[in-house]
């Protein structure tokens, strides 16, 4: 069963980089379009907390779902709307390609 039905969202997607300097220090992030309004369906973490997941305890604020034919790592930024999300983690559900599911935390 699809979910594409549930997605009520748009989504502008980004590739992330950062340019060291000559002494080692990090330059501001660069971000490069990737995907543009690509629909997704977001919630928030229940009691507006923050959940650790993954293996290294990644810090997740909201869930967002979206098709599996999007290259989306945990490196990329995702606007929905007027937020912006780092990439936590990226999970394809049961490995089947139904779709993903994407911790994201939402930056302040």
Known sequence: ??????YNNRMNVFTRSA???PTGGVDEETLTPKYTDEPC???IIGGGEQEMR?????RISHW????TNLDIVQTD???VGARRYDVEL???VQEKEHHFE???LLRT
């Open 1 to 6: 069963m699809s979910l594409v039905h549930l």
């Open 19 to 21: 340019d060291r300097t």
């Open 41 to 43: 369906l977001i919630e």
């Open 54 to 58: 993954g293996k290294k305890g990644k």
């Open 64 to 67: 967002l779902y979206c098709d």
């Open 77 to 79: 930024v995702i606007d």
């Open 90 to 92: 990226v999970d394809d």
């Open 102 to 104: 994407i911790g994201v």
